[in-house]
């Protein structure tokens, strides 16, 4: 069931629980009430026709052949049912049945009136049928009980006047009950269209698709309103632009000239493409306009030097690929040095020659030859070695290590996760080489249903400041283009379902570690 049906539903029932409910105990004080205001009409009455001389007298004298005609043109001249007058045995003096005058009383609840001198009401049958009856007393003048006045009303008619006012009262429901199903219309009609006619679930997973589109996209975005107002912004925006502020959430709804004074050119900028620098870094944006309830305007940027993650991702695996081919032409000349030397019978020379190769180079191919079977891969570690021995830092793949072939979708993606991961821990180690030996251990393993990747350094560590942002778009501690390998590296993980995360080791070391199931790599 939609929402806005849920919610006439739920709006109807309870309107309809809560109107049962209350005409209910309004339909019992209604018959309250209205018992209430009959008893008191008619001891009332019974009390004034008891202090009536004729009633009086008719008693004082024993009868009183006009006293049933006296007493029925005041009855005639009320809503009671019938008015008896009664003697002190409880013998009739009137009646509205003449016949019946003479008889005496039926019910014993005349009693009190006559022995106790008290006035009354009870429910009792009478010989017109049940009926509601007050009765008072006729007291002469030394205080005795002369007989007994009695007012009627017939529960007949008592029921006709409650089922009149009952009526009246379910006309009133049901007029509430139409307002509300008007009123619960209406909100289905608001619902529906501030809604745009979607469901909560439906809406919460555009929601977080959005969010997750907009945290995929590597150019900066900021919506703004018509009045330069922060309607939302991405990471990338967040990071590059260096905005104050715990997190991107917080600056919404704050003017983007404020938040970010180097932009307020930018916000009255008319061009449609156009270029600025906030914090000494040139940036290239464009405006795009947004139409609909809300206008406003999109501000979209990036780096002039940045060509996306796609781009950079076949630039690492070109820059791959011609260390690979260095190295091969390197070894293709010393292979065609040693062949020559021996074809000449200078046997010494070609062991120096060989000699002068550095023991770790050798033990590096050796290991990458037995443990890495997937040859982009090695490659790329093999590269990644002549790099760092350059840098005068020591790369070392960890014994355990092996690693299988894969397709070549799951090796390029291989190739981004350990190429930035090794980037990284060169840099770090590079950078702290006074303090300690650089150093960088690199450890492959796809034994059992995961491939565990994890590289170590002896850098100083992540900064705390940049810790809970480390894996976002632009955040790195180094100024220029920096602060994309890792967010690469996140992405690929995320898309092949894995895990990434890091840790100082007890050893004043930095480890990083990605682990994948293998099930869903091929």
């Known amino acids: 069931m939609k929402l806005r049906h849920q919610v006439v539903t739920l709006s109807l029932g309870l309107s309809l629980l809560l109107i049962l409910i209350l005409g209910s105990l309004l339909a019992l004080f209604i018959r309250h009430l209205l018992e209430s205001n009959l008893q008191e009409s008619g001891g009332d009455l019974a009390r004034v026709l008891a202090a009536d001389t004729r009633v009086v007298q008719a008693l004082k004298q024993g009868r009183d052949p006009g006293l049933r005609d ?27 049945s003449p016949e019946r005058v ?13 022995n106790q001198r008290i006035s009354y009401c009870s429910k009792d049958e009478g010989t017109l049928g049940p009926a509601i009856r007050c009765f008072a007393p006729v007291l002469g003048p030394d205080g005795r009980t002369m007989g007994a006045v009695v007012v009627g009303y017939l529960m007949q008619t ?11 009262l379910a006309c009133a429901i049901l007029a509430v009950l139409g307002c509300g199903l008007l009123l619960a219309l209406w909100v289905q009609h608001l619902l529906r269209r501030t809604l745009l006619d979607l469901e909560p679930e439906a809406i919460v997973h555009r929601f977080m698709l959005q969010d997750l589109v907009l945290e995929h996209i590597p150019e900066g975005v900021i919506a703004l309103d018509c009045r330069g107002r922060i309607r939302m912004l991405n990471s990338a925006a967040f990071y590059q632009l260096r905005l104050p502020g715990t997190g991107r959430h917080a600056l919404l709804g704050q003017p983007l000239a404020q938040v970010s004074p180097p932009l307020a050119p930018a916000v009255t900028q008319v061009e449609t493409e156009f270029g600025f620098t906030v914090h000494g870094e040139a940036f290239v944006g464009r405006w795009q306009a947004v139409e609909g309830k809300v206008p406003g305007r999109l501000l979209i940027f990036s780096r002039p030097e940045l060509t996306g993650s796609l781009g950079m991702q076949v630039t690492h695996l070109r820059q791959y690929a011609e260390m690979l081919r260095m190295q091969t032409h390197e070894f293709a000349n010393k292979l065609s040095s040693l062949s020559g030397l021996l074809q000449l019978g200078h046997v010494d020379q070609a062991v120096e020659l060989i000699q002068q190769e550095s023991e770790a180079c050798q033990t590096m191919l050796q290991d990458l030859l037995r443990a890495i079977e997937d040859k982009p891969v090695a490659g790329l570690i093999l590269g990644k070695f002549s790099r760092a021995r350059e840098l005068g830092v020591t790369l070392a793949l960890d014994p355990d290590s ?7 979708a799951v090796s390029a993606d291989l190739i981004t996760l350990i190429g930035n991961l090794l980037d990284n821990g060169i840099r770090a180690a590079w950078a702290r080489r006074k303090q300690c030996p650089p150093r960088v251990l690199i450890s492959i393993n796809d034994f059992g249903r995961r491939l565990v990747i994890e590289v170590e350094d002896s850098g100083e560590g992540v900064d705390e400041a940049l810790a809970d942002h480390l894996f976002d778009y632009g955040v790195s501690r180094q100024t220029g283009d920096h602060g994309v390998g890792l967010f690469l590296v996140k992405e690929t993980v995320a898309r092949r379902g894995g895990v990434i995360e890091w840790r100082r080791t007890a050893e004043q070391t930095t480890l990083f570690g990605i682990y994948l199931n293998k099930n869903q790599l091929v």
């Open 158 to 168: 008592v029921e006709g006047i409650y089922l009149e006012r009952v009526a009246l």
């Open 102 to 114: 003479g008889g005496r009383f039926r019910g014993d609840d005349i009693w009190p009136a006559l």
């Open 70 to 96: 006296y007493v029925e043109g005041i009855r005639s001249r009320t809503d009671a049912a019938y008015m008896v007058v009664t003697d002190e045995h409880g013998v009739r003096l009137s009646h509205p």
């Open 402 to 408: 092996a690693l299988g072939e894969y397709p070549a």
